[in-house]
Nanobody
Framework: QVQLVESGGGSVQAGGSLRLSCSVF???????????MGWFRQFPGEEREGVAT???????TYTDSVKGRFTISKYNTKPTLYLQMNSLKPEDTAMYYC???????????????????WGQGTQVTVSS
């Protein structure tokens, strides 16, 4: 059974940085390295939206509002996904979720298609 555990959320002032981590359990690194992974966020009362994804070919996609500020990456020796968030803004305040796609999949940008596994979420709060 695949499990995702996020960490790294917290409270920060506008302009600050946070790095979210997502540890993936129940999967070998060789499998993880070729699977599509993503970060999503959810604002109160709204649908979960894609923030950044990295597909099985290593292609990354970002939602427009975080381009140039956020970076998604995979750790190169163990199943861990990161989201480096710089120049944070109050509008980035949300619950952030890590997601994993068990299928080798290229493309699909920020679509939720294929993301069968989800973490429990970590809260990010940015104050002005």
């Amino acid at each position: 059974q695949v499990q995702l555990v996020e960490s790294g959320g917290g409270s920060v002032q506008a302009g600050g940085s946070l790095r979210l981590s997502c540890s993936v359990f129940g999967i070998t690194y060789s499998t993880y390295s070729t699977r599509r992974m993503g970060w999503f966020r959810q604002f109160p009362g709204e649908e979960r939206e894609g923030v950044a994804t990295i597909d099985s070919a290593g292609m990354t996609t970002y939602t427009d509002s975080v381009k140039g500020r956020f970076t998604i990456s995979k750790y190169n020796t163990k199943p861990t996904l990161y989201l480096q968030m710089n120049s944070l803004k109050p509008e980035d305040t949300a619950m952030y979720y890590c997601a994993a796609d068990p299928t080798f999949r290229v493309g699909y940008a920020l679509s939720r298609v294929g993301f069968d596994y989800w973490g429990q979420g970590t809260q990010v709060t940015v104050s002005s």
